[in-house]
Nanobody, 114 residues
Framework: QVQLVESGGGLVQAGGSLRLSCAASGRILTVNHMAWYRQVVGKQRELVARITTDGTTTYGDSVRGRFTIERDIPKFTVFLQMNNLKSEDTALYYC????????WGQGTQVTVSA
């Protein structure tokens, strides 16, 4: 199994920045890629950013150019740097790790005020 613990969410004004962290533990050598997703009540969960084991990154259209996914390999931690935040970025952000199974963190709330 893989355990994921997110942190870094909070309340920020539009135009501001936040940095989310996701610390992984357990069978991390089985992880193929890690990603950040977000979900708003009543809507489907959407991909925000993904990073593979070789460092290849993918971003959702709505965040490309504003968000950056990074990793600290020795610390088994993935970060999501979010800049120029907009009110529509308000959501519950989840960290995910893909192995044979998908593992999810508990989520961290990001609220952007207009």
């Amino acid at each position: 199994q893989v355990q994921l613990v997110e942190s870094g969410g909070g309340l920020v004004q539009a135009g501001g920045s936040l940095r989310l962290s996701c610390a992984a533990s357990g069978r991390i050598l089985t992880v193929n890629h890690m990603a950040w997703y977000r979900q708003v009540v009543g809507k489907q969960r959407e991909l925000v950013a993904r990073i593979t084991t070789d460092g290849t990154t993918t971003y959702g259209d709505s965040v490309r150019g504003r968000f950056t996914i990074e990793r600290d390999i020795p610390k088994f931690t993935v970060f999501l740097q979010m800049n120029n935040l907009k009110s529509e970025d308000t959501a519950l952000y989840y960290c995910a790790a893909a192995t044979t199974f998908d593992y999810w963190g508990q989520g961290t709330q990001v609220t952007v005020s207009a």
